[in-house]
């Protein structure tokens, strides 16, 4: 199996910018898919940003367009997710995951087709 680690997370203003990574080992080379979710106090778990590791497409929810920025290290096994212009409802705990079956990197930020999930890290985003 694969395993994932995040770390990056952290206190940071409204307007800063935070730089999350998510470390992966094991079986890697059967994975193509990859995301990182988060959920917010109170809330559920979304779907924030997913990639196709097979074709390099990239999905972002509407409300961090042009603000987040998914890419990969792939030598090092590394994901990471650059958060821009941060928002307090940006706040929660950020899950990276992965999956070895959606044929597209939107169809990976659906809960349900994520196999593996990281342990998570905390982001808050306040004055």
């Known amino acids: 199996q694969v395993q994932l680690v995040e770390s990056g997370g952290g206190l940071v203003q409204p307007g800063g910018s935070l730089s999350l990574s998510c470390i992966a080992s094991?079986?890697?080379?059967?994975?193509?898919?990859i995301g990182w979710f988060r959920q917010a106090p109170g809330k559920g778990r979304e779907g924030v940003s997913c990639a196709s590791i097979r074709d390099g497409s990239t999905y972002y929810k509407g409300s961090v367009k042009g603000r987040f920025t998914i890419s990969r290290d792939n030598p090092k096994n590394i994901v990471y997710l650059l958060l821009n212009n941060l928002k307090p409802e940006d706040t929660g705990v950020y899950y990276c995951?992965?999956?070895?079956?959606?044929?597209?990197?939107?169809?990976?930020?659906?809960?349900?087709?994520?196999?593996?999930w990281g342990q998570g890290t905390q982001v808050t985003v306040s004055s």
């Open positions: 995951a992965a999956s070895q079956w959606p044929p597209t990197a939107e169809s990976m930020c659906d809960e349900n087709k994520v196999q593996f």
């Open positions: 094991g079986d890697t080379l059967h994975y193509y898919s």
